[in-house]
C-alpha cells in the first residue's frame, strides 16, 4: 500500500508532464495549420493582383494557363503602359497634394483641440469631446448628398480642392479623439513643472507636450494618411474630370475604357496606388495598429 | 469657519482693499487660459459645425424638396420611397449585408486572433503583421481586385472549381452568388480589425487569472468562457457596434462590384442613395434614401460610446 | 531666497473647505516640513504657495512681497514633485536647464548652473541620459537639480520620497537634508511620514483636517504636543492613550486611575498642572519607550504595574510587549532578554515624567 502510494505520484506526474509538452505541440502545431489556412485566404487577392499585373496581354486574355501562376514569364509592360500612357500619373500627383494637405490640416486642428479638451478643460469641454466622437460616428455616405450642393455652391465641384476641403471630415474627428486620450495620459505634473519652468501655453504645448506624445501624434498621422489616400466616396461623387481625379476613383472607373478591361493594367494601378499606405504600414507597424487600437480604448 | 473668516477684523480691511487686484491677478490669468482653450479648439468647432453637423440638418430640409429643389414637398420623398419595392429590397439587403458580414468578421477575427495568441511571442508579429494587410490596402482598390478574381470570364475561383470537377459559378452575374460575393469581400476587407482589436483586448487579461484558472482545474474551453469572454466582452462589443455602423454604410465594395446590380439585389443604402442623388441627379430623393440610415446608426452610436465610456473606466 | 508668509490663507473647492485660514511665517532658510494625514490639506498649502491653486481668500508672500496675484513662473519658486515629473524626452541636462532656457539665460550660464547642481547632487556622469534610462533614486535627484539650478527664492517639495522603497527612501532624506545644508534655501516640504518630517525639518508644521494642529521643532512636538492629535500622529509606535479618571488625594497627591487595579501617581512636577482638573473624565498618553521592563536602562524612575502579555514582537534591538488595560491595548518596549512570552505575566515600569493628559471634549494636552 504504501509503495503504490509513493510510485503512484511520481508516474502519473511524468505522464503529466510527457502529454502536456505532446498537448502544447499540438496546439501549436494545429494553431498553425489553421493560421496558414487564414493567411492564404488573406493573402489571396493581392497575390492574384501582383500575379496578374506581372503577365502580358494575351496571357491575361487567353485563358489557356492556370491564372494563379505566370507561366509566359514576368514583364514589367502592364507598368510602362499605366504610367507613360494613361493619366495614373496624374491621379497619383492629385493624391498626393491632397493627402498632404489633410494630413498638415488635420494635425494642426486636431493637436490644438486635444491639446484644449484635454488639458486646459473650460466651460463645455468634456461635451465637446462626447460630440467629436459622435461626428466620428456618423459615416461619409451619410453626408456626401448635402456636401455635394454645398461644395458646388462654393464652386469646388470636379475639384481636388474641394476634397481638401471635405476631407478632414474623415480624419479630424477621430485623431482629435485619439490625440486627447494621449494627451490626457500624459501625467498632470508635467504641466505642473513646466508652469513652474516658466512655460506659456505654447510653450508647453510644442515644447512638452508634441514631443511626449510623439507616438500617439505619429499614429494618428497615419491614420489620416490612409484614410484621405483611401476615400472613395466624396471623389466618386464630387470628382469627374480626370484631370482633377485622385487615385481610387481614377484607378476604379478611368481606367476602365469602354468595357476593354486591361485587367493587368488595372491591377498594376491597384497595386502602385495601395503601395503608399503599404509602404508606411510596413515601416511603420506599431503606430499604425496603435492609432487603430487607440479609439475604442483612450478618452 | 465663518469664524475665522469674521474675526480677521481690522487686518481685512486692507485685504479687502487688494480684493480687486486679485480679480486682475490669477484669476485674470485662469480667464485668459479659457480663452486661449476655446481659441485653440475654434478651428475643430468650425469644421465639424460647418461640414458635418450643417450638412446633416441641410440633409434632413433637402429630403423634403422636389427633384429640382424648387419646391417643398414636406415627406413626399420619404413616402414614395416607403411605397417602393426596390426600396425596401435596399433595406432588406442593407441588414443582411451588415449583419451576416459583422458577424463572420467578428467570428474569424476571434479565431484568429486566439491562433495568434497561441503562438510563441517572438512570431506574433510578423503573423498579425501579415494578416492585417487587407485592411491596409484601400478598400477601392482591393474591391477591384476581387472583381478580377470574379470575373465573368476570367474567373481565377471558377478555374479552381473546374479543376476539382465543381461546376462554376456566376458570381456576381447571378443575384445570389452576387450577394455573398460582397459579403464576402467585406468579411476579407473587415475580419483583420477584429483581429488586431481583440488581439489587442487578450494581451491584456492579466496572465494571472489564467493561471489561477489552471490550479482550480479549468479546461482551455472553460477558460475562455469564464475569462477570457468576460473580460473582452466590452471591447467585442464596441468593435461589434463600430463595425455595424461602417459596414452599414459601406459603398466602395457593392458600387465597385455590382453597382447595385444584377436586378438591384446587392443595393445597400449607401449606393441606392448614390444612384438616385448622383446619377439620376435627384439629389432630395437621394438624401431621403440615405436619412433612414440615420435611427440604426444614432442607437449604435450610443451603445459605442457607453461602452468606450466603461472600458476608459476599466482602463483607469 | 526669501521668507515666506501666510495669512489667513483659505482655500474652498465649491463649497468643501480644503484649507480653512491658515497662518505661517517661514523665516529665511528654514527647512519646515509640512505634515499630515492624506486629505489633510498639506498639499493644497504648497500647491497654493506655488501658484498652482488659486487661493479663495487670505494672503501669501514670499520676499516680502504679496505674490496672490503672480502665475507660478513669476513667483522664482521650484517645485519637486511625487512622480518627479521629469520631461520623458529631454536629457537629464536638458530637463535642468529647460527652465532657465524659458529665462533667456544665457548659454553658458546655463551650463556652470547645470554643472554646479549636478557637482553638488554627484548627477554629473547622468547629464546626458533620458530619464528612462535613470533608477527612481537618480530620478530624484534630477528632480532636485532641475529646483536647484534655478536659484530660486523657494524650493517646494510635494512627497517626494513617498515613490522610493525603504532604503532609499532614508538615503534620500538625508541627501535632501545634505543639499539644504549646502544651498540654504528656504524649503518647504509636504509629507505624510512623520519620521521624514521629524528628520528633515526645522521646524515641523502638523496639519489636520484643513488646519495646523501645531507647529513646532521635532523635539518639541515630541515632548509637548499640543494636542491628541499630534501626540498621536508623531512617534513610532503611536502613543497609547487610556481612558483614565484624575483623583485628587487630600494630600496625598494626585492619582489618574485607569482601571480598578491600575492606578498611577501623578508625579509631583506635573501635580500643579494637573490638579485644576481633578475629578475628571481625561485620556491618559504614554509613550511606548516608556513602557518598559523594571531593570533597564530607566531603572529607578516612574512606577511598576503587573500585566498579562498578549501579543509579543520582537523586533531585533528591542521587543515589543501587548497587553491590555480595560479591553484598551497598550504597547511597551522592553529589552529583548527581559521580555516574557505571549500569555505570561509581567511586571512593567511606566516612566511618568514623560506622562500626558488629555481632556477628551476639547482633545487638548493638558
Partial sequence: MSTVAIAAPIKSRLGIGASLKRNRRWALISSYFFLILFAIFFLMPPYYMIVTALKSDAEVAHMATNPWIIANGITFEQFYILLFQTDFLVFFKNTVIVTLCVVAITMVVSVLAAFSLGRMKFWGSSILATGIFLTYLIPDTLLFLPLFQIVKSIGLLNSYWGMVLIYPTLTVPFCTWIMIGYFQSIPKELDEAALIDGAGHMQMLFKIFIPVALPGIIAAMIFAFTVS??????????????????????TVTSLIRADVYKWGMLMAGALLAAAPPLVIYAFLMDYYIAGLTAGATKG | MADTVQSWGPDSIPDTAKAPVRVKG??????????????????????????????????????????????????????????????????????????????????IGLITAHLVNNLPVKGQRKWRGMLLVPWVIPLALSTLGWWWLFDPTHSAFNYILKGMGFEEI??????????????????????????????????????????????????????????TLPMMHNIIAITVLFSLIVTFANFDVVQIMTAGGPRNMTHVFATYSFLLGIRSGDLPLGAATSLFMFPILAIAAIFILRGVRKRGREIG | MADVTLRNVVKKYDDVLAVASINLDIPNHEFVVLVGPSGCGKSTTLRMIAGLEEITDGEISIGG??????????????????????????????????????????????????????????????????????????????????????????????????NLDAKLRVQMRTEIKRVHQKVKT?????????????????????????????????????????TRFVAGFIGSPAMNFVPARLEGGNGAGLRVRLSDKLVFNVPESRAPRYSPHTGKEVIFGLRPEHITETRGRENGVGQEFPVVLD????????????????????????????????????????????????????????
Fill in chain 1, 229 to 250: 489616400w483611401a476615400a472613395f466616396v466624396y471623389p466618386m461623387a464630387f470628382l469627374y474630370s480626370a484631370d482633377q481625379q485622385v487615385l481610387t476613383v481614377g
Fill in chain 2, 26 to 107: 490669477l484669476q485674470k490669468f485662469m480667464r485668459r487660459h479659457s480663452t486661449i482653450a476655446v481659441l485653440m479648439c475654434l478651428p475643430l468647432i468650425i469644421i465639424v459645425a460647418c461640414l458635418i453637423v450643417y450638412p446633416a440638418f441641410y440633409s434632413i430640409y433637402l429630403s423634403m424638396l422636389n427633384k429640382s429643389q424648387t419646391r417643398f414637398v414636406g415627406l413626399a420623398n420619404f413616402t414614395y420611397l416607403l411605397s417602393r419595392d426596390t426600396f425596401w429590397m435596399v433595406v432588406k439587403q442593407s441588414a443582411i449585408f451588415a449583419i451576416s458580414a459583422v458577424f463572420f468578421k467578428a467570428l
Fill in chain 2, 170 to 227: 456566376a458570381w456576381l452575374s447571378d443575384p445570389y452568388w452576387a450577394r455573398v460575393s460582397v459579403i464576402l469581400v467585406n468579411v476579407w476587407y473587415g475580419a483583420p480589425f477584429f483581429l488586431i482589436m481583440y488581439l489587442a483586448a487578450l494581451k491584456s487579461v492579466p496572465e494571472q487569472l489564467y493561471e489561477a484558472a489552471s490550479i482550480d482545474g479549468a479546461s482551455a474551453w472553460q477558460k475562455f468562457i469564464h475569462i
Fill in chain 3, 65 to 162: 512681497a504679496v505674490v496672490n496675484d503672480l502665475p507660478p513662473k513669476d513667483r522664482d519658486i521650484a517645485m519637486v514633485f511625487q512622480n518627479y515629473a521629469l520631461y520623458p524626452h529631454m536629457t537629464v541636462a536638458e530637463n535642468m536647464s529647460f527652465g532657465l532656457k524659458l529665462r533667456k539665460f544665457p548659454k553658458a550660464e546655463i551650463k556652470t548652473h547645470v554643472d554646479n547642481a549636478a557637482r553638488i547632487l554627484d548627477i554629473t556622469e547622468l547629464l546626458g541620459r533620458r530619464p528612462k534610462q535613470l533608477s527612481g533614486g537618480q530620478r530624484q535627484r534630477v528632480a532636485m537639480g532641475r529646483a536647484i539650478v534655478r536659484n530660486p527664492k523657494v524650493f517646494l517639495f510635494d512627497e517626494p520620497l513617498s
Fill in chain 3, 186 to 226: 528656504t524649503t518647504v516640504y509636504v509629507t505624510h511620514d512623520q519620521v521624514e518630517a521629524m528628520t528633515l525639518a526645522d521646524r515641523v508644521v502638523v496639519m489636520n483636517a484643513g488646519k495646523i494642529e501645531q507647529i513646532g521643532t521635532p523635539n518639541d512636538l515630541y515632548h509637548h504636543p499640543a
Fill in chain 3, 311 to 366: 501579543v509579543v514582537e520582537p523586533m531585533g534591538m528591542e521587543t515589543m510587549v501587548y497587553f491590555r488595560v480595560d479591553g484598551t491595548e497598550v504597547c511597551g518596549r522592553v529589552e529583548p532578554t527581559a521580555a516574557k512570552n505571549s500569555g505570561e505575566a509581567m511586571q512593567l515600569r511606566a516612566n511618568l515624567d514623560h506622562m500626558h493628559l488629555i481632556d477628551p471634549v476639547s482633545n487638548m494636552v493638558l
